[in-house]
């Protein structure tokens, strides 16, 4: 699963610790989110959304390996 | 996510205590210890009754501090850890079974090579290492080093 967290960091000049404690988890975890190696929970990819004021498919986009 | 139920965190430094004691316990009392729970080995293995207290102690300590260690939160716990501590059962079940697998084997093969006594030692010596405590203290080797690895996979802010 794709997403653009690091691009939305980067454009409201956020660290991913300060995204970290908005959304209640810690900093490896936004950190595995952006490299794509953990897939967040309905959860965490709603309130990071909400955090940026987009919505989840805004922030995060299928990818083909995914339906595998 | 719903969280996992777990202690809190300040109950890990209550099992490490424990560990320490029993890594103490078992070097001051290593004969006494070795003599109760393997030498004295009888055809139906270890047998919990005349044991010393030293080795009752041992058995008493190490199973609460592997539980306490296993049962307790890290100091930062969410989703990703607890998709961790899963990961780290499966592969935890995974090489229980690989050394209940390997001992049985070697247990049929090394056994005609030994008197029974001999024999019965080693049995005892397998069933130490697949008993539950056992199978514990793996788990969390397992989840501790996986953690400790993905963590440093992921290393500091970029």
Redesign the interface.
């Known amino acids: 699963m794709k997403n653009s967290i690091r691009v939305e960091r980067a454009r409201l000049r956020m ?3 300060e995204l970290a404690e908005k959304a ?6 936004i ?2 989110i952006e ?1 794509g ?2 897939n ?2 309905t ?2 990819a709603l309130k990071i959304a909400r955090i940026f004021n987009l919505t989840v498919e805004q922030l995060f986009e299928l990818e083909d390996t995914d339906w595998e | ?1 719903k969280k996992l139920t777990l202690l809190s965190h300040g109950w890990q430094k209550t099992g490490l205590v424990l560990l320490a004691f029993c890594v103490l316990l078992f070097i001051v009392c290593f004969k006494a210890i070795v003599h109760d729970l393997i030498l004295s080995s009888s055809y139906y293995g270890y047998d919990s009754f005349g044991r010393g207290w030293a080795a009752e102690a041992l058995v008493l300590c190490f199973s609460a501090s592997v539980v306490l260690l296993a049962l307790s939160r890290e100091r ?1 716990e ?4 607890s ?1 961790i501590r899963h990961q780290a059962l499966i592969r935890t079940v995974i090489l229980y079974v690989a050394i209940v697998f390997l001992s049985a084997l070697s247990n049929l093969l090394i056994y005609p090579l030994f008197s029974q006594e001999q024999a019965m030692q080693i049995v005892t010596v397998r069933r130490l290492l697949t008993c539950v405590p056992a199978f514990i203290l793996y788990y969390v080797l397992i989840f501790k080093v996986s953690l400790w690895s ?2 440093k996979r ?2 500091d ?2």
Do not use: C, K
């Open positions: 660290s991913q610790q209640g988890v810690i900093r490896q975890t950190a595995a490299q190696r953990f967040p929970s959860v965490l | 996510m930062a969410d989703e990703r850890v998709a993905d963590n992921l290393g802010e970029e």
